[in-house]
């Protein structure tokens, strides 16, 4: 970030807690620097619902972050969920002028993809390429320098519906910060978790946050499919409220220390005491039923993502077989994944080798974001980060990207 340092604000605007994250480069590295973390309001399965709360709790936890790394602020990011998050593939053709690929012409070919037609109240937030095509040659994945007379792009595109974008916008607003970009969360929680290996071998990779599920699926390093289920933690908690006949806080609270999503994981049965609610006094309740609760519901959600999987995945598609796509597994992460026997219920539900993702080790704020709820927050700050470079190093080679930097201007139309 040169002599004057500068650095990255980003905001992941989650259905339980905003988690603003500054990170900085120091020594030929990202720091993560300064970290506000608050409780989210205004949130619903992943939208925002009121804009005046949920800008509340975006400058608590901007103005936490910055009270902690005092740099000034280079570019700002923000993150957006929900079921109308949807991809979608599209293409793109563009003649080769000196009969050899250049940068600005995969620009180009990129840019002629995303000119397809969608319904009114869908935007465009990632363009992603899927494979190019130079002449008859399919399947390229680095096209620059390669010689043809014809570069054809095969690109996913990630839509998300215009109002819930325009509010998340309209907090930022309302704050007087202009925002550079939107990265969908599962994407940026792809991006702190996985390994280049996995994304190369094949991996389904899923956020179990508070409001949705996030999930995302790569192969041959390339993200394939992207969807959000409107099924979280806070599901669990309000299954165990009514369950339990006990508050949401304390069904909030037993969930985290005695639940478990499998029963049979309970060799002997414990007996927990339940505050009661008012004057009434405490109970006791089974740790199985407990369990038995949680187990439905996440069975419930591991079906659910099944069958998306099939209707996304093979919708476009001869139906092969997925397990041959997804060398590596699933990764769980987000909040949720800590449920103990989670791990074991997708393994045998999915019949895929399974593990909880944890964001990388960073330097400077390593302990305290390595937790699979920041996933997304330290995900979105690697994705800035890398872009950012990327774009400083392309620019020193006279290269000018309409859609890389500044995404926000090229969505507005500006
Ligand atoms: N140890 C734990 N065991 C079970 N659940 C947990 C644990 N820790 C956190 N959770 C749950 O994780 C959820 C919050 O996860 P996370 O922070 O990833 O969600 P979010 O980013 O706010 O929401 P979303 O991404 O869905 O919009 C809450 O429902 C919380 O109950
Ligand atoms: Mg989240």
Redesign the pocket.
Known sequence: MGKEEKGILVV?V????VCALIGEEKEGKLWITGMGLVP?KG?K??TIINIEEATQSIKNAIEKAKSQAKIPIESIYTSI?GSHIKSLSASGVIALKEKVVTPSEVEEVLFSAQTIELPQDRIILHIIPQEFVIDQNRGILQPIGMSGVRLEANVRLITCNRSAFQNLLRCFENLDIEVDGVIV?GLASGESVLTSEEKELGVILI????????VAIYWDNVLRYIFSLPI???L??NDLAIGLRTSRIEA?KI??KN?VCLRDLLEEDEIIELTGIGDRPPRKISKKILAEIIELRIKELIEIIEKELYREVFIDKDPFDIKSKIGSGIVIT???S??PGLVYLFEQMLDLPTRIGFPFKLAGLAEETHH??F??SVGMLLYAYNLQERVKEERKEGIFHKLKKGFIKFLKGG
Request: net charge negative; no cysteine.
């Open positions: 992941d989650g259905t339980t807690k989210s949130l399965k992943g969920t969360q956020d179990f946050g508070g409001g949705t599920t996030d979280g933690g806070e669990l908690t909030e969930k985290i639940g987000g909040g949720s800590l449920l699979p709820q996933a997304t």
